[in-house]
């Protein structure tokens, strides 16, 4: 009897779950579940999306994969739980149904690690409900996690942010003795006042901020090198520099597919989302509240 050959795949949503060996994880378990079962691994047949999103089937590690399904060169691939194929809201569940529907047409058997899976009907109907269980326990939390923050910003507590300004640092509850609070970072702030000086009095053009900046070897909040005139912009029109943070500015939706790749970017977006404005009847504003120190860094 020939040997089978095996698959692994798996995924996680976020970057900062990537960061936290979160993939090496499910990686360690499907390893341990094939080699339970007798059956070896060929070193290009782990399929892995780190910090793509559930919600679509664009991802690259997906896409080799049912490549590799469709021209017949895989017996079986093996994944975590079903979530980790696809999730959320009921229509992307479908995507859970149409991957093992392909694979079982191709002649590839899905293992969840997680639990057995038949190819009955009362099988699929068991997919089904585990899928719209963990989506509803998912929706929940992130439903609660959103009325939790909104409620703290309402109180005034500079927790609600979940980032801060350039030129502030935040201190956590741990770190503040009980109380999470912002402070300003001297070096950027130094750095902040020129930006407003170079604008606001020299009259220079963004674009010549950011030369300066990037020539003066200043980061971004991200660490990154070069500065963007957008991001310039945005910080010139943050009210966190009189002493306003505001929550709830924006909101994520889901983006509409794509027809075709952005120029320049031939893999698809990690987050299919588009953040859009909120209108200023709802934003939240912080003013001046304990915890946020509403010093005005250009004096």
């Known amino acids: 009897m020939p040997e089978l050959r095996i698959a692994l795949y798996a995924r996680v949503s976020s970057e900062r779950q990537a960061r936290g060996n979160t993939v090496a994880s499910q990686l360690a378990a499907l390893r341990e579940r094939v080699a339970s079962a007798g059956l070896s691994i060929e070193p290009g047949d782990e399929f892995v999306d780190e910090g793509y999103s559930g919600t679509t089937l664009l991802r690259p590690a997906l896409e080799r994969l049912r490549d590799a399904v469709a021209a017949g060169a895989l017996d079986q691939v093996y994944v975590l739980a079903p979530d980790r194929l696809a999730r959320r809201l009921a229509r992307r569940y479908a995507y859970q149904v149409l991957l093992v529907e392909?694979?079982?047409?191709?002649?590839?058997?899905?293992?969840?690690?997680?639990?057995?899976?038949?190819?009955?009907?009362?099988?699929?109907?068991?997919?089904?409900?585990?899928?719209?269980?963990?989506?509803?326990?998912?929706?929940?939390?992130?439903?609660?996690?959103?009325?939790?923050?909104?409620?703290?910003?309402?109180?005034?507590?500079?927790?609600?942010?979940?980032?801060?300004?350039?030129?502030?640092?935040?201190?956590?509850?741990?770190?503040?003795?009980?109380?999470?609070?912002?402070?300003?970072?001297?070096?950027?702030?130094?750095?902040?006042?020129?930006?407003?000086?170079?604008?606001?009095?020299?009259?220079?053009?963004l674009r010549e901020v950011s030369r300066r900046l990037s020539e003066a070897g200043v980061p971004t909040s991200t660490g990154k090198a070069r500065w963007d005139g957008t991001t310039i912009a945005l910080m010139l029109r943050n009210t966190a520099y009189v002493g306003r943070a505001v929550f709830g500015r924006s909101r994520w939706i889901q983006a509409p597919p794509r027809l075709r790749p952005l120029r320049g970017h031939p893999q698809p977006a990690r987050k299919p989302n588009s953040r859009i404005p909120v209108p200023h009847e709802e934003w939240i504003e912080i003013l001046n509240r304990p915890g946020f120190t509403g010093e005005f860094v250009v004096h």
Do not use: C
Request: proline share 1%.
């Open 102 to 205: 392909e694979f079982r047409r191709a002649g590839t058997e899905v293992v969840f690690a997680n639990r057995l899976i038949g190819t009955s009907a009362e099988d699929d109907l068991l997919l089904q409900v585990q899928g719209m269980i963990a989506e509803y326990e998912r929706a929940k939390f992130l439903e609660r996690s959103r009325r939790g923050r909104r409620h703290a910003a309402r109180s005034g507590l500079i927790s609600a942010l979940g980032k801060v300004p350039f030129d502030y640092r935040y201190i956590t509850k741990d770190a503040g003795g009980g109380v999470a609070r912002v402070e300003v970072a001297a070096e950027e702030a130094r750095w902040v006042r020129l930006m407003f000086a170079w604008i606001g009095l020299e009259r220079l053009s």
